[in-house]
């Protein structure tokens, strides 16, 4: 049997484990992962019956020693990668499938280079992002030239010991000093925006802890030490702290210090005050560290849009709307009026709709807008579209606001778009922050020649409310396509398009057909008629007849996402996260995706994502759900969840006051 290619490595110190645990392993349950759990705590005891047949294995480590704990738990792991956690530490769904997936994105002959994925965790008071997505450099430099202040989720490679003996529950631990000097120090970390954790932050290390860690950035961090120097003579003084704590002398403490500038630093502490002023940061209920972020000052916000249409226009109305219920002065601009001005009219916000300038006229619209900013005194202005970007950053001299844009979807332009993009492209380095809202085009923009740290991504936010389990409408829709409560109905929603790739959908019913022959299949969705006709036709030639059930354009509600025991895409290409997908799990209803766009992301689960194009392959993931569904084991809360915690608009608002405000 292989070894898995992640172990995740959990240290109890002085608290119960099990509560986060078994919910981590609930929402990231996989064939190739190991869970190890290294008790220290002051009476380690056997592996409690609450995790009896789960994936865990139970060693025991000293007590008190988080550092021994941690070093024993990567010797007994058997993963390529070793992902450590503290006992209250709760890994949400599917954080190990994108760490997974991050890793093996990495080119095979860049690994050597990588000591692992870091992400991100939450200790409660809201996460910091890192400045650049897939940022490629040392760990030690998050810190120290990134300004990262926040709770990084480390993994780390550990294949360097394979060469070593594992040591079984209770034997020695090998010596392992060298352990995090060789998996992470001096090679390369892969840094992601994404939160894939909530940390409960430890009450104040123990002595030993405290001073193993500082000694470790005085032995291999002292090279950053310009870039930061209060952290380091913090450093410095906590290792002096901490080894008076446990009676190490004077002489040992200078022998354990190989730098000559850390010496020099350690000889600083002795100052009068030094070590005094550390100790006052250091006792409860005070910060331990520098460097947090500043909280968000904010001031009025004014949002200029090229139509009140979705898509993006969307997500800033919604920021609108939303910031607005959270105290803040908004105002709206749009040179088009659109769909979304009724759901901006319903929550106070008038929008100014100005009239309508030609092409050679836009110094005529320059004038107008310049006009509306000096009534407004915006602190931030939030565009969207080609002539409002480059309106707003024309009249900086004017203004002097933060000027933030979101660039519209990747599609096929013409050419005044593609003219439109050049000039944005040339002139984005001038704006303070440049919002797109999937990876996809992310990716465009960075090889269309977006300046990279000036650039972030911002899903859009999903209304909950809306969408919601409706028993109800399921009752009401299956009647009317005549399906009853017991078939299984598995839906495939969105329009009928070559890119949505209906074609494997219906090979895929022929197949789950054969097993399952009660199942029913119905294509949500308007589409080109000639198309409609030729996927209609293909599903006769297949045999399918009424099995599948054609509905043409409807509204997508929650009705309709209730009605189903399955939500399919079945798509060939995808710019972001498939609608359906987002819209479905957050009513609950069960979905397998092709791995296109970003539905692997969102759904989280490697079980739900099959290869694009693979009928076979779809088929057998629709019957395995399908047996899961009648055995009991379909969760619909962990798939609102999911979505609540990634595409909720509270989530959305969280993101843009932190893009916003800077």
């Known amino acids: 049997m292989a070894p898995p290619l992640l172990s995740i490595v959990y240290v109890t110190g002085d608290r119960d484990p099990l509560p986060a645990l078994e919910t981590s392993i609930a929402n990231n349950r996989r064939d190739d992962i190991e869970w190890v759990v290294v008790d220290n705590r002051a009476a380690p005891g056997a592996q409690p019956e609450e995790v009896a047949g789960s994936p865990v294995r139970w060693i025991s480590a000293p007590a008190g020693d988080g550092n021994a704990a941690l070093n024993r738990g990567a010797a007994a792991a058997l993963g390529l990668i070793v992902l450590p956690l503290l006992a209250g530490d709760e890994l949400y769904t599917g954080a190990v499938s994108r760490l997974i997936n991050e890793w093996r994105q990495i080119p095979s002959d860049r690994k050597a280079r990588f000591s692992g994925i870091t992400a991100l965790a939450d200790t409660g008071g809201g996460v910091r992002e890192f400045r650049a997505e897939w940022t490629d450099l040392e ?54 925006n994404a939160e894939l954790a909530t940390r409960q932050p430890p009450e104040r290390q123990s002595a030993r802890n405290r001073r193993y860690e500082a000694l470790s950035i005085l032995s291999f961090d002292i090279a950053h030490s310009k870039s930061n120097r209060k952290g380091f003579r913090d450093a410095a003084a906590d290792y002096q702290i901490a080894s008076t704590e446990l009676n190490i002398g004077l002489r040992r403490q200078w022998r354990d210090l190989k730098e000559d500038a850390a010496k020099a630093l350690w000889l600083t502490t002795w100052l009068p005050g030094r070590k005094r002023e550390r100790q006052n940061a250091l006792k409860p209920g005070q910060p331990a560290v520098s460097g947090a972020p500043n909280q968000i000052q904010r001031g009025p916000v004014l949002f200029i849009v ?4 979705p898509p993006v226009a969307g997500q800033l109305a919604a920021t609108a709307i939303g910031l607005q219920q959270r105290q803040a002065e908004t105002r709206v601009i749009s040179l088009d009026a659109g769909a979304l001005e009724r759901d ?51 009249l900086k001299r004017w203004h002097k606001a933060r000027i933030v844009w979101t660039l519209a979807p990747a599609e096929a332009p013409g050419l005044s778009d593609r003219i439109a993009a050049f000039i944005e492209c040339r002139l984005a380095r001038f704006v303070s922050a440049t919002i797109t809202s999937n990876q996809a085009d992310f990716d465009q923009a960075i090889a269309t020649g977006f300046p990279r740290e000036r650039l972030t991504i911002v899903p859009a936010g999903l209304d909950l409310e809306r969408f919601r389990h409706d028993p109800e409408g399921r009752a009401s829709h299956r009647a009317a396509w005549r399906v009853s409560d017991r078939a299984p109905l598995i839906g495939r929603i969105g329009r009928i398009v070559p890119a949505a790739d209906h074609t494997t959908f219906l090979q895929a019913a022929v197949i789950v057909g054969r097993t399952r022959p009660e199942a029913r299949f119905v294509c949500i969705g308007g589409g080109p008629n000639a198309r409609v006709a030729e996927m209609q036709a293909l599903s006769r030639a297949l045999g399918l007849g009424e099995r599948v059930i054609w509905t043409g354009a409807i509204t997508t509600s929650a009705s309709v996402y209730s009605a189903l025991d399955l939500c399919v895409s079945s798509a060939a290409e995808a710019n972001g996260i498939p609608e359906s997908i987002a819209e479905a799990m957050a009513c609950g209803t069960p979905v397998i995706a092709t791995d296109a766009g970003e539905s692997a992301w969102l759904i989280g689960d490697d079980r739900a994502i099959v290869p694009v194009g693979d009928p076979e392959a779809l088929a057998a993931r629709i019957l395995a759900f399908l047996d899961d569904q009648d055995a009991g ?10 979505v609540a915690r990634e595409l909720s608009v509270e989530r959305l608002l969280d993101r843009m006051e932190q893009v916003l405000y800077g």
């Open 344 to 394: 901006l009219r319903d929550a106070g916000i008038a929008p100014v709709l100005l009239e309508p300038h030609p092409v050679w006229d836009f110094f005529g619209l320059l004038r107008e807008i310049k006009a509306h900013i000096a009534r407004a005194k915006p602190a931030v202005i939030a565009s969207a579209g080609a002539a409002p970007n480059l309106a707003v950053l024309l």
């Open 306 to 309: 090229s139509s009140l249409d």
């Open 633 to 642: 084991l379909s969760d619909p809360a962990t798939l609102r969840a999911r």
């Open 139 to 192: 760990p030690a430099q998050l810190r120290y030239q990134q300004g990262w202040a926040g709770e990084p989720l480390y993994t780390l490679r550990v294949e360097l010991l394979r060469a070593r003996p594992l040591p079984l529950p209770g034997d020695p631990l090998p010596p392992l000093a060298m352990l995090w000097r060789v998996a992470s120090r001096g090679f390369m970390t892969r840094a992601i």
